[in-house]
């Protein structure tokens, strides 16, 4: 559900009840008292709560939602559209619950709803966001944040770190590690040699030097490396056209080295229909590729694509 005082309610419901996802065999893990309020305020459409226990339980139809209670501490004191402690302790509990439902082999994937990463520290959660909380929970250490949509799709270096810290942290083994991630990522979905290509850190990719080492000195032998394993990998590429090369078909997947350099783009080109994917995973993960949203949160404003699509791309990888 992610943080019961956005958007994440709201858009599961629509999602689950409109289109070729009505009757998908999919179990929330959330609070259903606040699915039920959605519901009897009219933000969403008539549903079904059915809570279960366990996954066993679940009947699959149009107009049910089975789901698996995480209820919250205090429902009545839930502000909509506002950071607070109960809202990311669910946040937790949910992913919890989810990772181990899949660890079990119960769920084969999951799709997430946005959290509050403020939210989730208010509560004592400290970790960055999905993608850092699911690696720990999992005990995963190579992982990587990729963004995907039809047209464009991007996996991330770095993520949720300063910029200055990203460029003093970045080595080879970081680097061939992503692109290897990419590479096999790819595969699992269906292309058979996939074509990387790998941003580079600096305007130009450093022309040659010009405005930055970080190419000559990571990048260039990274990729070499790579090559050496099989992996179709090109670069490092000038980062100011790599994104509408590969948007326009020239790459399947463009390594981008830190956060903004690989969001930015692929926000501009698919805001409502891009997915975020955890890769390296012992499961699927699929999230929407949007935060909490407070200031529609509970309105009936939010657009449920994102969501939709995130649910879509995990029951077809699986």
Request: a negative charge.
């Amino acid at each position: 559900m992610g943080d019961p005082a956005g958007v994440g309610p709201e858009i599961i419901i629509n999602s689950l009840t409109e289109g070729e996802l009505s009757g998908a065999r999919a179990v929330v893990i959330g609070s259903a008292d606040v699915l039920r309020r959605m519901i009897e305020l009219g933000i969403t459409p008539q549903a079904n709560i059915h809570v279960i226990r366990r996954v066993s339980e679940a009947t699959f139809a149009p107009d049910i939602i089975n789901v698996i209670d995480e209820p919250l501490q205090a429902p009545d004191e839930l502000v909509p559209g506002k950071v607070q402690a109960q809202a990311g302790d669910l946040a937790y509990r949910c992913i919890k619950k989810a990772t181990e439902l899949a660890m079990a082999g119960e769920v084969k994937a999951i799709a997430t709803a946005p959290l509050n990463k403020e939210a989730l520290h208010l509560a004592g959660h400290h970790y960055p966001g999905h993608t850092e909380l699911l690696a720990a929970l999992t005990e995963t250490k190579d992982y990587a944040m990729v963004l995907y949509t039809e047209k464009l799709k991007v996996i991330h270096v770095s993520t949720h770190i300063a910029l200055q810290k990203f460029l003093d942290t970045l080595n080879c083994t970081r680097v061939e590690s992503v692109i290897h991630l990419a590479d096999s990522f790819l595969k699992r979905v269906g292309y058979a040699k996939p074509r990387i290509a790998i941003a580079g850190v600096n305007p130009h990719a450093g022309e040659n030097g010009l405005f930055g080492d970080e190419e000559i000195r990571v990048l260039q032998p990274s990729i070499e490396r790579v090559k050496t394993d099989g992996v179709d990998a090109y670069g490092p590429c000038p980062p100011d056209t790599v994104f509408l090369q590969a948007y326009q078909g020239q790459y399947d997947i463009v390594v981008a080295m830190y956060h903004d350099q690989g969001h930015i783009p692929l926000k501009l080109m698919g805001f409502y229909d891009g997915v975020n994917i955890t890769a390296g995973l012992p499961f699927i993960r699929t999230s929407a590729d949007h935060g909490t949203a407070f200031d529609i949160a509970w309105q009936g404003k939010a657009n449920p694509e994102s969501m939709a699509v995130a649910l879509k791309l995990a029951l077809t990888i699986v």
